[in-house]
């Protein structure tokens, strides 16, 4: 059992918490593995350049972080009032979902199992 009054273990507990500029996206319908791929090459740039490298990549998932960027980006400007030309991306990644089972009917009465992977994406902003 935690000791002290209860607004002084919220106030605790909140000032141990990550101020930095963030936006999450839950049960992405890509998997994990093939978002990587967008999130690798963006990790580290500035928001400007990393906007350009997901808007001309081709695959599924830079249309998925691409608006999950401009979310991170708005979610800096309005809570914690930083400038858009500032901003880098300091973390990104992407945690396993849940997976969705489906049944693929084969040859000779067999059943072959395809698994429909899921995806939770994060991206920590920060300014320079």
């Known amino acids: 059992m935690a000791k002290g009054h209860r607004s002084q273990i919220k106030r605790e507990r909140n000032e141990k918490r990550d101020t930095r500029p963030s936006a999450k996206l839950s049960f992405a ?8 791929f967008v999130l690798d090459a963006i990790r580290g740039k500035d928001v400007q ?25 708005a979610n800096a400007e309005n809570n914690n009032g930083m400038h858009a030309e500032n901003l880098f991306i300091e973390e990104c990644y992407a945690n ?16 072959y199992r395809i698994e429909k992977r899921m995806s939770h994406i994060t991206i920590v902003l920060n300014e320079r």
């Open 29 to 36: 319908r890509v998997s994990v593995r093939k978002a990587c």
């Open 49 to 73: 350049t990393a906007l350009a490298i997901v808007t001309y990549n081709p695959r599924y998932a830079s249309e998925v972080i691409a608006k999950l960027l401009k979310s991170a980006i």
């Open 96 to 111: 396993k979902g849940p997976t969705m089972k489906r049944i693929r009917p084969r040859a000779q009465g067999r059943a």
